[in-house]
């Protein structure tokens, strides 16, 4: 079945260094969606990218979408202690339209101040 | 007011019992969902549902019920609880299939 992978699994950084997570599909995505999941709490959602190449950006976060929609990043710009969490990727299976989504295992980010 | 909300937020009971989760959204979403976070934080669809009618069901044992009295409510039932149960159970609505996911703050499942 379809997979999603997401690498690094763990990222520590000093505050202000650069952060980058990288998501994988084994299949080419209709769209992709990032979640933040800070501990203890739930994910929260981010952002869909569906365009192939697509960039967005949120402030010190920005998204991409690959051009052949099976690899999306996440950089975050100078981190800070509020970026500490852990970051899923997920896109839906195949073309069907069910709302069902696949979630990469997640990079789980600790910022040192 | 909490978008989606989940009760009891923490569940700790002995193997063989039976429990239930129940969740309910604001939103006026058409879309439910229940997830499972494993300890390695591996989040897997359960079940979804859409105007009360089941879409998804992931292979998940039949000692797990839903039930979606109507479209705000989707609540889960667990049979025959065993250890491996042990988990956070997050609940979920959304607007269209495509849509953003409003995850609730989680039920976290403790089987002793």
């Known amino acids: 079945g379809q997979q999603v992978m997401q690498i690094p699994q763990y990222q520590h950084v000093q505050e202000g260094e650069d952060f980058t997570t990288y998501c994988n599909s084994s299949?080419?995505?209709?769209?992709i969606q990032w979640y933040k999941q800070r501990p203890g709490g739930h994910p929260v959602f981010l952002i869909q990218?569906?365009?192939?190449?697509e960039v967005k950006k949120q402030k010190r976060l920005t998204f991409q979408f690959g051009e052949a929609k099976k690899n999306s990043s996440l950089h975050i710009t100078a981190t800070q202690t509020t970026d500490v969490g852990t970051y899923f990727c997920?896109?839906?299976?195949?073309?069907?339209?069910?709302?069902?989504?696949?979630f990469g295992q997640g990079t789980t980010l600790q910022v040192k101040p | 007011d909490t978008a989606v909300s989940q009760t009891p937020k923490y569940l700790v009971t002995q193997m063989g019992n039976d429990k239930s989760i129940k969740c309910e959204q604001n939103l006026g979403h058409d879309t439910m969902y229940w997830y499972k976070q494993d300890s390695k934080k591996f989040l897997k669809i359960m079940f979804s549902?859409?105007?009360?009618?089941?879409?998804i069901n992931e292979t998940v044992p039949n000692r797990f019920s839903p039930k979606s009295p109507d479209k705000a409510h989707l609540n889960l039932h667990i049979n025959s609880l065993e250890l491996g149960d042990s988990a956070v159970y997050f609940c979920?609505?959304?607007?269209?299939?495509?849509?953003?996911?409003?995850f609730g703050e989680g039920s976290r499942l403790t089987v002793l």
């Open positions: 979920a609505s959304s607007q269209a299939f495509t849509g953003e996911l409003f």
């Open positions: 997920a896109g839906p299976p195949g073309s069907g339209n069910t709302g069902k989504l696949i």
């Open positions: 299949t080419t995505l209709s769209n």
């Open positions: 990218l569906v365009k192939s190449g």
């Open positions: 549902y859409n105007n009360k009618e089941l879409i």
